[in-house]
């Protein structure tokens, strides 16, 4: 077993893998200035379309909480399209990627405010609520062709406590 140690999710140590969805970066006031839009704050990217079923599309997903530590060994990747992670609660979750199922997973911890975008094929660990209720809203390729890849590790790695 190796351990990894959590780290604070950033926009800039999560750029290889994907995009920090949060409300601080510029933004312009919209609805009789009463909102603030943060625009544009993910690069949704899907295959070409092999038939007319492929699309975008916005799913729940309701996932079991976990606790620190967590031990995993299953990654999975998505080579058809991004997919973005938006929390439906304030609860941090933890996010794991890896370069490669031969590289070492990295592990971070959102603030409870922050919301995810993997870039396609980015190898991710499972959705990891750390609190319930588990709720996010999932923007992602929904289709009929593959998918989805499934790796595990021979030896499971824990993400330790902070």
Wanted: include cysteine.
């Amino acid at each position: 077993m190796s351990d990894i140690h959590p780290e604070p999710l950033t926009a800039a140590a999560f750029a290889p893998f994907g995009d920090v969805l949060d409300a601080t970066a510029d933004f312009r006031l919209i609805n009789d200035g009463m909102c603030q839009r943060h625009h544009d704050r993910a690069r949704l990217d899907f295959a070409a379309e092999t038939d007319a079923t492929n699309r975008p599309g916005i799913s729940i997903f309701k996932a079991t909480p976990r606790a620190l530590p967590y031990r995993f060994d299953l990654i999975e990747r998505h080579p058809e399209g991004s997919q973005a992670f938006i929390p439906m609660s304030e609860q941090p979750f933890l996010v794991i990627v890896a370069a490669s199922p031969q590289d070492k997973p990295r592990a971070f911890l959102t603030n409870g405010a922050q919301a995810i975008n993997l870039h396609r094929g980015t190898w991710h660990g499972v959705c990891t609520p750390l609190s319930a209720p588990g709720l996010f809203a999932v923007v992602d390729r929904i289709g009929t062709s593959a998918n989805l890849e499934e790796y595990r590790y021979p030896q499971p790695w824990v993400v330790l406590a902070l």
